[in-house]
Nanobody, 125 residues
Framework: QVRLGESGGGLVQAGDSLRLSCAAS????????MGWFRQAPGKEREFVATISWSGGVRHYADSVKGRFTISRDNAKNTVYLQINSLKPEDTAVYYC??????????????????WGQGTQVTVSS
């Protein structure tokens, strides 16, 4: 089993940057692909980014390409989401998720085995 815990969210201004972290428990973390999703009030949870077990494969939602960067440190059991040039429309609860396939290609919530509780990101204009 993998337990996930996000951190790094907060209230920021448009144009600021944030780095979200997702710490995982369990010795098998390095075999999992990891994903970041977000959910704004009244909207469905949407895909943001995913990374394969090795970090060699990364995919991003079109809406965040060029501003968001997903990375991981398997030695620290942690995956990161660097967010630059924040916009008010980035306001959401951000969730990390673990995918036992390891491939880093899942762009929907379906297929992810474990989820964190989320961290709130609020961007003021």
């Amino acid at each position: 089993q993998v337990r996930l815990g996000e951190s790094g969210g907060g209230l920021v201004q448009a144009g600021d940057s944030l780095r979200l972290s997702c710490a995982a428990s369990g010795r098998t973390f390095s075999s999992y692909a990891m994903g970041w999703f977000r959910q704004a009030p009244g909207k469905e949870r949407e895909f943001v980014a995913t990374i394969s077990w090795s970090g060699g494969v990364r995919h991003y939602a079109d809406s965040v390409k060029g501003r968001f960067t997903i990375s991981r440190d398997n030695a620290k059991n942690t995956v990161y989401l660097q967010i630059n040039s924040l916009k008010p429309e980035d306001t959401a609860v951000y969730y990390c998720a673990a995918d036992s396939s390891g491939l880093g290609v899942r762009r929907t919530t379906w297929g992810y085995d474990y989820w964190g509780q989320g961290t709130q990101v609020t961007v003021s204009s």
